[in-house]
């Protein structure tokens, strides 16, 4: 088998300091899970107050909920997915052609790589092992090496929030009918004694936890159905193009994904119970399913990205365009039909050309074509722009009037 590995894999996220906490995502969720587990813990020692043997172990647990919470959530954050080296190579240069190259980074991309258009850097560290997505709520994104603790994280917030609700709303209940209890002498139940604005907060706590129950339990639900299938959503993606791609071609030859083991042996991948609880891999090579090599998904997406650029339509710039989310110069119908997607705006200035890759009502996606022959490096520009401030680029029209003819002739 090829060795790719070069350079020593690298952990960490794209800060790699305490700054990473410094956003709305974690600023959000570490407030979230110190609120529900305070309201929870000043009603737990009165609903159920350590003095039985019952009350201290339930008194443990409920405490035992935010220290796993908090390790597997500040490990999913500082561990970080993974990221290939600064001038990242592989060890053999006849499978440099095998690989994509990231033209933001200048850098090949090792198999299951993506670079991140969230964490803002141009630095080859953006180019995440096996990137399943950016979470906002971890600040970096969910890969190779932070998956475990990620999904660890997704299943034990759930489980805390369900305790903290079984404290939660009997403590709300007692303390509303404190009276109640005081009149009937039922001394056989602690009584809770909460103020209005203690209440105000408990309410607001259970109404959190079942919030994160639904949400983060759904997240979990879509992480486990991703760990046993192992596949990323951009994997996925990558797979329907793939079945696509072929019966538009014709092709007979079917595309095997590479990496799906089976359900054990691909949670045993990310889980690994028996190693340490390390992810199986070093970030660079996988295990594989017969019959396909380090490159088979690779290959697949350089065969895409050709035919994405063989089907792309030159355009030239008419309007200028300042790249603003809502652009009522451009027409209401261009504010009212925005593309949903976390893609950027692209500033569009007259005379430029682009070349357009993805279409929709009112709006382009496409990249702007840049001259090299100065300066080969240079980073190119894609992003969203609006559909009227373009027209196709004479070269253009004719090549869709050829590929019009040869259709009709076909036919």
């Not at 791609?245 to 799906?260: H, T």
């Not at 970030?283 to 690779?298: A, I, K, M």
């Not at 949903?340 to 009112?362: A, C, F, G, L």
């Amino acid at each position: 088998m090829t060795s790719l590995v070069r350079r020593k894999m690298c952990f960490g996220t794209s800060s790699g300091r305490l700054s990473q906490l410094c956003h709305f995502g974690p600023i959000i969720a570490i407030f979230l899970i110190c609120f529900i587990t305070y309201s929870g813990f000043l009603c737990l020692i009165q609903w159920w107050p350590p003095i039985t043997l019952s009350g201290q172990i339930n008194f443990i647990i409920y405490l035992t909920w935010p220290l796993l919470i908090f390790y597997n959530y500040f490990n999913a954050v500082f561990l970080g997915p993974g990221f290939v080296p600064l001038n990242w190579r592989p060890e053999n240069k006849e499978d440099e052609k095998k690989l994509q190259f990231c033209k933001i980074c200048n850098s090949f991309k090792a198999p299951r790589s993506h670079h991140c258009k969230k964490c803002q850097s141009n630095k080859c560290f953006n180019l995440w092992y096996a990137q399943d997505h950016h979470c906002p709520w971890i600040n970096t994104c969910c890969g190779h090496f932070n998956h475990a603790s990620f999904v660890y994280f997704l299943l034990s917030a759930p489980l805390g929030c369900s305790h903290a609700l079984i404290v939660l709303a009997p403590s709300l209940y007692r303390a509303l009918y404190r009276n109640y209890y005081i009149f009937y002498r039922h001394t056989q139940v602690p009584l809770v004694n909460l103020s209005v604005y203690q209440m105000i907060a408990c309410l607001f706590a259970i109404g959190m936890a079942f919030g994160v129950v639904i949400a983060v339990g759904m997240l979990f639900y879509v992480q486990m159905k991703s760990i046993v299938r192992n596949r990323t959503g951009i994997e996925d993606w990558i797979i329907k193009k793939a079945k696509h791609r072929r019966e538009q071609n014709n092709i007979e030859e079917k595309f095997v994904y590479p990496y799906d083991l089976g359900k054990l042996e691909n949670m045993r991948q990310v889980f690994n119970w028996s190693g340490n609880f390390r992810p199986i891999g070093n970030g660079f090579e996988w295990n594989l399913v017969d019959g396909c090599d380090q490159f088979t998904l690779s290959l697949e997406q350089i065969a895409q990205k050709e035919e994405k650029k063989a089907h792309s339509v030159r355009y030239v710039a008419i309007r200028e365009y300042n790249g603003a989310f809502f652009p009522i110069i451009h027409g209401c119908k261009a504010c009212c039909c925005i593309p949903i997607s976390d893609d950027p705006r692209m500033p569009v200035s007259i005379n430029e050309e682009i070349m357009v890759t993805r279409w929709q009502k009112h709006w382009l996606y496409g990249e702007k074509v840049v001259s090299k022959s100065n300066n080969p490096k240079i980073k190119t520009k894609k992003g969203w722009f609006p559909s009227k401030i373009v027209k196709i680029h004479p070269s253009s029209l004719e090549k869709l009037e050829q590929d019009q003819f040869e259709h009709e002739k076909k036919e």
